[in-house]
């Protein structure tokens, strides 16, 4: 027999069979998240969302995905299980000028540890404003960054443009660069932040926790595979309905985002 705990927060138990003491008691091996670090929960799509800095280029582009905001930043996350592909949408909602010196940034911890500085298993991708050159990279455990080359999906894209007054940056990325597999097991986490830098003012617009550093995956949120990721139809909105329940921050799009 086994028993296995977890508390509102979703925090589990650690510990070895014969150790077995509760989310409230000792700490066992749990990552480390920044100040008031928030979780989304990538729910299935509806549709398949054109990569073109547009969360709504079509009518129900994002039917399906979860959503957050704050005073800078609204999003949009969903994923189709059937390519195994994770889509985003940022709209920065505080930069209402263009620059092509403006680019916005997805913050994967493939491996969920929280550990410092960025190592090999941690992801990030950033496109700037105006632009689909979509810069790859992986953690190079000494504090820096580095290209992540063939150990990242072909298929990873991104796109940054200015529209409809305010700068969007859209991702498409494989499930094995957010979760370090392309078979993530139900409620499978990893650690997620966005970032995204206003060249006009020199403020970095952020969400994942009250203190995201990019070069500290300790300091980011969470990104979350549904218990039961690739339900697709009807079940869409049956998960949104349980994703908003769950999570009380979280709301899912309109059709017309």
Not at 5 to 24: F, I
Not at 73 to 96: A, E, M, N, W
Request: charge should be negative; include cysteine; hydrophobic fraction near 30%.
């Amino acid at each position: 027999v086994a028993f296995a705990m977890s508390d509102w927060s979703g925090a589990t138990d650690e510990t070895g069979v014969l150790g077995l003491r509760g989310t409230r008691g000792p700490p066992g091996l749990q990552p480390r998240h920044g100040s008031g670090h928030e979780t989304i929960v990538a729910t299935p799509l509806a549709n398949v969302p054109e990569v073109d800095g547009n969360c709504a280029t079509s009518g129900g582009e994002y039917d399906g995905a979860s959503s957050d905001s704050n005073a800078d930043i609204t999003f949009y996350v969903g994923q189709r299980g059937d390519t195994q592909f994770v889509y985003l949408c940022v709209r920065v909602t505080s930069d209402g000028t263009q620059n092509a010196l403006d680019w916005g940034e997805l913050l994967f911890d493939r491996n969920h540890d929280g550990q410092n500085p960025p190592q090999d298993g941690d992801r990030r991708f950033r496109v700037s404003s105006g632009s689909i050159a979509l810069a790859k990279e992986k953690g190079d455990g000494t504090g820096g960054w580095t290209s992540c080359g063939l150990d990242c999906d072909a298929g990873d894209i991104g796109r940054g443009e200015f529209t409809n007054g305010e700068e969007v940056y859209e991702f498409r990325i494989r499930f094995s660069d957010v979760w370090g597999t392309n078979s993530p097991t139900g409620n499978q986490q990893a650690g997620f932040a966005i970032v995204a830098h206003n060249e006009d003012t020199g403020f970095d617009a952020t969400w994942g926790s009250d203190e995201v550093n990019e070069n500290a995956p300790s300091t980011w949120g969470q990104i979350e595979i549904p218990e039961f990721p690739f339900l697709a139809g009807a079940s869409v909105g049956l998960l949104a309905l349980v994703g908003v329940r769950r999570r009380s921050r979280r709301r899912f799009p309109p059709a017309n985002p």
